[in-house]
Nanobody
């Protein structure tokens, strides 16, 4: 099993920035991709970004391209999501999750372990 410690959420004004962290522990050899998902009230959980553990290649959903940056520190088994120029539509609970696949997994069912989630609220 993989366990997670998520941090970095909070309340920010539109145009502001936050950085989310996700530290994995346990069976960290069991994943090759780590992703960030979000779920807004009344909406389905959706993929935001993911990063491959081996070569660091990344994926971003269209709505966050140019504003969010995912990065990793393999020595710490930690992934970060730097979120800039936030807007109210980014308000959601953000989850990190791991997948064994490194073939750009984008579906929830492809991810095996999930963090507890952290709230991000963008409001003036």
């Amino acid at each position: 099993q993989v366990q997670f410690e998520q941090s970095g959420g909070g309340l920010v004004q539109p145009g502001g920035s936050l950085r989310l962290s996700c530290a994995a522990s346990g069976a960290t050899l069991d994943y090759r991709t780590i992703g960030w998902f979000r779920q807004a009230p009344g909406k389905e959980r959706e993929v935001v970004s993911n990063i491959r553990k081996d070569d660091g290649r990344t994926y971003y959903t269209d709505s966050v391209k140019g504003r969010f940056t995912i990065s990793r520190d393999n020595a710490k088994d930690t992934v970060y999501l730097q979120m800039n120029n936030l807007n109210p539509e980014d308000t959601a609970i953000y989850y990190c999750a791991t997948a064994y696949s490194n073939n750009w997994p984008l579906q929830l069912w492809e991810y095996d372990y999930w963090g507890q989630g952290t709230q991000v609220t963008v409001s003036s």
